[in-house]
């Protein structure tokens, strides 16, 4: 694909030319980065925001309520569990509105910042949902706006007679995010059931659950609802959960999983649904024999798919693969102006990367010069649960399959001081190397904190350090991160 700044197309006259070089469709985390972008290197810059409220995902459903909802059960989970430490502390209790509350006022705070953000920006904002007429055109229609919220008052918001009815640009980014993937199963949708969206504002908890997917969202409110007390039973189709990683991390979880109570069910295939009072059953295929479980609420946690669909994206000319909007490094569609970012392009729903991806967009339309690309060398992966699960780079599995050759050594945290210290002993840290260089191409670590003890082999990755020069590096005595030193150490002595 080429590089190009088209003026607008000629059906426009030369009295009305382009609104804005820049219009971006989505003010969540991609379209804000872009917005921040473009506009912070000169270019006159609009965000479009369509949705209830304002924040993107992240913030108001996504990595920020999960996250809070998941430290909030971490906490109970030692509250009920500090006899290692010789400490007796009675029954631990909780009071279920109070959780919610605590997170609700996080996420109001974080949501209210980024409105703010959006409506002092130096960046036009304007509350619409856009869907395109031609490659430089959008029509806005009204946006539904969540009653009574006072997050959807925006600048501009009340006064549809002023607003544009369409916005003309020079160039386009999309960033329109993603919805919850449909129901494979029309059954399911008649026995009903909720998504993260509704799991994140229940008023009582259900007295058991079946969560239906094995990924990042389905792991991470599996272990939430358990460590609240609710029956949880997961249901997966892969032969094991967080199929991206390798077997042995996934094992880990599951055994952690199982020893808090959770049931879970891999290898199936959904066969049916339904209600029946108060109960829902899903029936499935296991190991050759249909399994039927009954339980007071399914959770739907079987992905997501771009948000696209009302683009009208035929029009401009852009080409989508399944729905998500196809790209290359520059950020770039098949319509050299239009670029896109974030969840709706769809290969990864990770939110730096939706900023990254949103941040280069608008760098190359304003830099087409001096491009910056993606690079998914050092793509990060981060599971909440507890032991966290995070991985950078590749896997074993993702090498085998396309053929890198590698060294792998791991270390398990039930042989290392400081996570006996903290009674933190599932999971490992594990390393891939270059079997000649000795360049670090890979980290997985399913442990205590994992997510932030990735970041070493982020950081050594990023500078292209080899297992010889992360074992020299010092490391502080005793902390967990000290942990990484072992596998470096045993592949050193195997690269010389
Ligand atoms: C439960 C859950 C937990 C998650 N946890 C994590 C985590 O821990 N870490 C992590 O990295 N990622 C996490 N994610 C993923 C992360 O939230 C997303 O990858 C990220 O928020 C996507 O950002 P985005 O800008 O692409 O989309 P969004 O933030 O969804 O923004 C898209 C915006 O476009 C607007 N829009 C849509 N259509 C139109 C239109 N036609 N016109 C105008 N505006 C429109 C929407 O209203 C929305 O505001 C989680 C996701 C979920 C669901």
New binding site residues.
């Given amino acids: 694909m080429k590089f190009a700044f088209p003026g607008c197309p000629s059906i426009l006259s030369p009295m009305n030319r382009c609104d804005y070089d820049v219009a971006i ?7 804000y980065a872009a917005a921040r972008t473009a506009d912070g290197a000169g270019l006159k810059t609009v965000i ?4 209830k409220e304002v924040g ?3 913030i108001l ?3 920020m309520p ?2 809070a909802l998941l430290y909030a059960a971490e906490v109970m989970h030692l509250a009920g569990h500090p006899e290692p430490w010789g400490i007796r502390a009675g029954k631990a209790g909780f009071d279920f509105k109070k959780v919610m509350a605590r997170k609700n006022v996080l996420i109001n705070d974080f949501a209210d910042c980024r409105v703010k953000q959006l409506n002092a920006g130096p960046f036009e904002f304007i509350r619409a ?3 395109f007429m031609d490659a430089h055109a959008v029509e806005l229609t009204s946006p539904l706006r969540a009653p009574g919220h006072p997050r959807s008052v925006m600048r501009g918001e009340g006064r549809d007679e002023g607003r544009p009815k369409r916005v003309t640009a020079k160039h386009f980014v999309i ?4 919805t919850v993937a449909p129901s494979p199963l029309p059954q399911l949708n008649e026995a009903g059931f909720i998504t ?1 969206d509704e799991a994140l504002t229940l008023k009582r908890l259900p007295k058991s659950l079946m969560v239906l997917g094995g990924g990042a ?1 389905a792991c991470e409110f599996a272990q939430f609802f358990a460590r609240f007390g609710v029956k949880v039973t997961l249901i997966q189709r892969s032969q094991h959960i967080l199929k991206e990683f390798d077997a042995g991390a996934a094992a880990a979880i599951e055994s952690v999983f199982r020893r808090e109570g959770i049931r879970i069910f891999t290898g199936t295939k959904l066969l049916d649904a339904k209600r029946k009072g108060k109960a829902k059953t899903v029936s499935f295929e296991h190991r050759g024999k249909t399994v039927s479980v009954s339980a007071e609420e399914i959770l739907f946690a079987l992905g ?1 798919t771009p ?1 696209t669909a ?2 009208d994206l035929a029009r401009a000319g852009v080409e989508t693969d399944n729905g998500r909007i196809v790209t290359n490094d520059l950020m770039q569609t098949s319509v050299p102006h239009i670029y896109a970012g ?3 392009t769809g290969l990864h ?4 990367l ?1 900023v990254q991806q949103g941040e280069i967009a608008g760098h190359n339309i304003a830099n087409p010069n001096t491009p910056r690309r993606m690079d998914y060398r050092l793509l990060i992966s981060v599971v ?1 649960t507890e032991p966290q699960v995070a991985l950078v780079g590749l896997t074993e599995k993702e090498a085998n399959g396309r053929g890198i050759p590698f060294l792998a050594a791991s270390y398990p945290f039930n042989d290392h001081g400081k996570s006996l210290i903290m009674e933190a002993k599932d999971g490992f840290v594990k390393l891939l190397a270059h079997p000649k260089s000795g360049e670090i191409i890979g980290g997985t670590c399913v442990g205590p904190v994992g997510g932030e003890l990735i970041h070493e082999i982020v950081a050594a990755m990023a500078k292209q350090m080899t297992v010889h020069e992360l074992a020299a590096m010092p490391h502080y005595h005793p902390t967990l991160a000290e942990i990484w030193t072992y596998p470096a150490e045993e592949l050193a002595g195997q690269i010389r």
């Fill in positions: 469709l989505g003010g969540g985390s991609a379209g479009i925001e369509g949705g993107g995902l992240c459903r996504g990595c999960t996250k949902k856009a869907k960033a329109t995010g993603s993260s969202v997501r948000n009302g683009l974030g969840d709706c729903e990770i939110v730096h939706a909440f």
